[in-house]
């Protein structure tokens, strides 16, 4: 992924379309593409996995209520803040 200091301009590509990639939302070409680049580069190989594993975390966390408690707090902060 880098050569120097600076990524190649190829990784940085990939790397603004990889929640795209991850998300299904390129064309089968294109993903091709990028999963034959992450094979072969295993800084972008690396990063993809870890937003995989990260976009696999929020989705479940965001499937799940927060408690009473916090919501309540939450509501209350919101309030104190709009009401000034």
Do not use: F, N
Request: hydrophobic share 35%; charged share 30%.
């Amino acid at each position: 992924m880098i050569t120097g200091a600076r990524p190649s301009a190829r990784c940085r590509a990939l790397l603004q379309e990889l929640s795209l990639y991850l998300d299904g939302d390129l064309t089968s070409a294109r993903r091709r593409t990028i999963e034959r680049h992450i094979k072969a580069c295993a800084c972008c190989g690396t990063m993809a996995e870890r937003l995989r594993v990260t976009v696999a975390a929020c989705r479940a966390e965001g499937k799940r209520r927060p408690p009473s408690d916090v919501r309540s707090r939450a509501a209350q902060r919101i309030r104190a803040l709009t009401s000034h």
